[in-house]
C-alpha cells in the first residue's frame, strides 16, 4: 500500500471538537477535504499526523494550541466606542463581522463584548487559544 508522504495530494474526512467534546466542524455531508500535505495549507498539528497513514486509516489527532490556531493575543482585541458603529450593524456577542484595516485588508472580527458605550471586537482566530482534537479517515492519495 501507499503510505502519505510530505508533497502528496489528499482527501480526508474529519470531525473537529474542542476538548470539552463540542464539535466545531466537520466534512461530514460533504466532500472530503483535499490539500498538498506539508505545504501549510491546514494547520500543522493535524498537518504532521498524516505522514505514514494508508487509505482507509483512521485516527484521532490531539492538537495543541501552539500547533493549530496559535494563543490568543490580547493586542489583537480592541474596544470602539458605540456611536462610531452604524446602528444597522449588529453587535450582539459571537456576532462576526468584517473590518477593514487602514491599509485596505479586510480582518475577521468577532464581538466579544457589548455596552451602551462600546463594542469591544476580536480579531484573533476564533479557535485561538484551545486544543483541539480531530478524528480523521484518510480518503485516498494522489
Same mark, same amino acid.
Request: hydrophobic residues 50%; charged residues 10%; glycine residues 0%.
Given at each position: 500500500m501507499t503510505e502519505v508522504k510530505s508533497g502528496d495530494t489528499v482527501r480526508i474526512h474529519y470531525v473537529g471538537t474542542l476538548i470539552d467534546g463540542n464539535q466545531f466542524d466537520s466534512s461530514q455531508g460533504r466532500e472530503p477535504l483535499e490539500f498538498v500535505v506539508g505545504s501549510g495549507q491546514i494547520i500543522p498539528g493535524l498537518d504532521q499526523a498524516l505522514p505514514g497513514m494508508n487509505v482507509g486509516d483512521t485516527k484521532t489527532v490531539n492538537v495543541p494550541a501552539t500547533e493549530a490556531y496559535g494563543q490568543a493575543d490580547p493586542n489583537a482585541r480592541q474596544s470602539i466606542p458605540r456611536e462610531q458603529i452604524p446602528a444597522d450593524i449588529p453587535v450582539e456577542i459571537g456576532t462576526q463581522l468584517q473590518m477593514q484595516t487602514r491599509d485596505g485588508r479586510t480582518v475577521g472580527v468577532t464581538v466579544i463584548e457589548a455596552t451602551d458605550e462600546? @463594542? @469591544?471586537?476580536?480579531?484573533?482566530?476564533p479557535l485561538a487559544g484551545k486544543d483541539l482534537t480531530f478524528a480523521i479517515e484518510l480518503v485516498s492519495i494522489n
Open positions: 462600546s @463594542v @469591544v471586537l476580536d480579531a484573533n482566530h
